[in-house]
């Protein structure tokens, strides 16, 4: 690679991965910050809640995730093929399924919101406060998927920075909105809801100024010879799938932690939750960058630079996880307070999880980002045992340590993690040692 290619692909490369992390705020910070707000404004009780209704929130990011950022990659693909017809029409198709289940979720939230609020939430004192929470929640899906959705299109599509801009005006009407609505008007848990749905729609109308550029390449059509939907569906299959495995683990974690260790031991996940979100603004930072920049260099054919990507973005993830790690194990108390415990009992628990769970999240981040990698590579069943194994694994082992050896419980994740690595390295092994097998037979 000449010098100047070499200048201009790491100046693209860090626009799409810091544009990238700014669409991922929309996804995390805004949930950060409710928590800090009603942590603070209202009470620990009301952070629980906010945690216990993020199950929902995971699942319509599965569902965006199946039908909007597997879509992305194939409208990437299909702009590095110069095939802007055909891009055009993925990105049509993917953009009025979201919408269509953004609407499918309200209608759920206007029928069945106490059934759901109960599914969710077995603790008569958490009931009311997750109730509250989950109902604007569910009324606004759309915005949920249409924000997410458009994010990735108009990212792929060469407009990162309009989705950067777009994405911190929404959080800031967000934060502003929180304020307003629980301090001013006394909404509540309810109000912090709202505050982020509000904050998404304004997010949606500043990155509709895509469609006015000149060089925007994607718009609503229905007309192409080849279906869409399936390939849409195929590509997006092992995100979701992960996503939905992370849903169950959510649920699944919430309940065994509750029935174990009550409102203090759910309020210490709730904010190791919290410190996750810091680690997925990272990681969905440099899985969008390889989905869109990787996918994109693949559609051209250059392998060289494809593998740039992956190097710069393992290098930046590690840099980013240590250094959150880091800060939590030196003074873990300072992120307790900031979700709102105020008593001994309450941050020493958190204390000890958070330290806990500040290492078990870099194997997560490690495989997460492999099984992106795979994906591009072809390598389709690996990627889906990962997307199944990533949160499956953790639910047997969190259930076996809170029934015989309760007080390792907060371990149960990093047990996991590491026995994810060690069957994705023996697969990984097994799947080259046939590869190998089969050429040679091949040249006998």
């Known amino acids: 690679?000449?010098?100047?290619?070499?200048?201009?692909?790491?100046?693209?490369?860090?626009?799409?991965?810091?544009?990238?992390?700014?669409?991922?705020?929309?996804?995390?910070?805004?949930?950060?910050?409710?928590?800090?707000?009603?942590?603070?404004?209202i009470s620990a009780d009301a952070v629980s809640a906010i945690n216990l209704s993020r199950t929902v929130i995971q699942f319509m990011f599965t569902l965006s995730m199946l039908l909007s950022t597997g879509a992305g990659m194939l409208v990437g693909i299909q702009l590095g093929k110069n095939d802007t017809p055909r891009?055009?029409?993925?990105?049509?198709?993917?953009?009025?399924?979201?919408?269509?289940?953004?609407?499918i979720l309200t209608l759920c939230g206007l029928t069945v919101p106490h059934q759901l609020?109960?599914?969710?939430?077995?603790?008569?004192?958490?009931?009311?406060?997750?109730?509250?929470?989950?109902?604007?929640?569910?009324?606004?899906?759309?915005?949920?998927?249409?924000?997410?959705?458009?994010?990735?299109?108009?990212?792929?599509d060469g407009s990162p920075r309009l989705v950067s801009f777009a994405i911190l005006v929404d959080n800031a009407v967000n934060l502003i909105c929180d304020i307003i609505f629980i301090q001013w008007l006394g909404w509540g848990v309810a109000g912090s809801s709202i505050a982020t749905v509000l904050g998404h729609v304004v997010g949606i109308?500043?990155?509709?100024?895509?469609?006015?550029?000149?060089?925007?390449?994607?718009h609503l059509t229905w007309h192409h010879p080849q279906p869409a939907?399936?390939?849409?569906?195929?590509?997006?299959?092992?995100?979701?799938?992960?996503?939905?495995?992370?849903?169950?683990?959510?649920?699944?974690?919430?309940?065994?932690?509750?029935?174990?260790?009550?409102?203090?031991?759910?309020?210490?996940?709730?904010?190791?939750m919290n410190l996750l979100q810091i680690y997925n603004l990272f990681l969905a930072g440099v899985c969008r960058t390889i989905q869109s920049l990787g996918a994109i260099q693949v559609g051209k054919g250059d392998n060289v630079l494809f593998r740039q990507v992956i190097h710069k973005s393992f290098r930046f993830?590690?840099?980013?996880?240590?250094?959150?790690?880091l800060y939590v194990w030196i003074d873990p108390a300072s992120i307790s307070r900031l979700f709102g415990a105020d008593t001994a009992d309450i941050i020493t628990e958190s204390n000890y999880a958070l330290r806990i769970f500040a290492l078990s999240f870099i194997p997560f981040c490690y495989i997460y980002t492999i099984m992106i990698v795979y994906k591009l590579y072809g390598y389709h069943k690996i990627a889906l045992f990962i997307s199944f194994a990533l949160s499956l694994t953790v639910i047997p082992v969190l259930w076996l340590i809170s029934r015989y050896y309760i007080s390792l419980i907060w371990y149960s994740y990093l047990i996991a993690y590491a026995i994810e690595i060690i069957l994705i390295v023996a697969i990984h092994y097994i799947g080259n040692v046939r590869f190998q097998l089969d050429s040679d037979t091949s040249k006998l």
């Open 317 to 325: 993830i590690t840099i980013a996880m240590l250094l959150t790690c």
């Open 229 to 272: 939907l399936a390939d849409i569906i195929s590509q997006g299959t092992p995100l979701a799938v992960a996503s939905i495995c992370l849903t169950l683990l959510m649920y699944s974690a919430n309940t065994i932690v509750l029935t174990s260790l009550g409102r203090i031991g759910i309020f210490a996940l709730s904010v190791c």
């Open 1 to 41: 690679m000449h010098q100047e290619d070499k200048i201009t692909f790491d100046s693209q490369y860090w626009r799409f991965l810091w544009s990238s992390i700014l669409i991922a705020l929309s996804g995390c910070l805004g949930n950060i910050v409710d928590a800090i707000i009603v942590g603070n404004l």
């Open 205 to 218: 109308l500043i990155m509709c100024r895509h469609y006015l550029y000149q060089d925007n390449h994607l």
């Open 117 to 156: 609020a109960g599914w969710l939430c077995n603790n008569q004192q958490l009931y009311q406060p997750t109730y509250d929470y989950l109902v604007p929640m569910l009324l606004g899906a759309p915005a949920y998927m249409v924000m997410w959705a458009l994010s990735t299109m108009v990212g792929v």
């Open 87 to 103: 891009a055009t029409y993925i990105y049509t198709v993917s953009m009025a399924l979201s919408l269509a289940v953004g609407i």
